[in-house]
């Protein structure tokens, strides 16, 4: 019965190796990307402002501490967009 357990624990845990590993961006990936801010509409952001705890909660359109990711390169080519706050 002990052999049982172990088998099923090891493939549950397989699963969950791949599966995690699946859904986490690869540092490529992440490095094509860039914060843009003051170009988000309101509630729109991707994360916390300096105002704000979270992301969705920019209250004003264009709000120049709220960002959203984009490819790389796409921010400067934004009206309003900066990478930096």
């Given amino acids: ?21 699946a859904l986490t961006p ?3 990936e992440a490095a094509e990307k860039e914060k843009c801010y003051g170009v988000s509409k309101a509630g729109k952001n991707d994360c916390a402002t300096s105002t704000t705890s979270c992301a969705g909660t920019a209250t004003k359109d264009n709000q120049k501490d709220a960002f ?3 490819p790389k ?13």
Avoid: E, Q
């Fill in 1 to 21: 019965m002990k052999k049982a357990n172990l088998a099923v624990t090891a493939a549950i845990s397989s699963l969950l190796a791949i599966g995690t590993t």
């Fill in 68 to 70: 959203v990711i984009v």
């Fill in 26 to 28: 690869s540092t490529a």
């Fill in 73 to 85: 390169g796409l921010c400067d080519r934004l009206v309003g967009g900066s990478t930096t706050p």
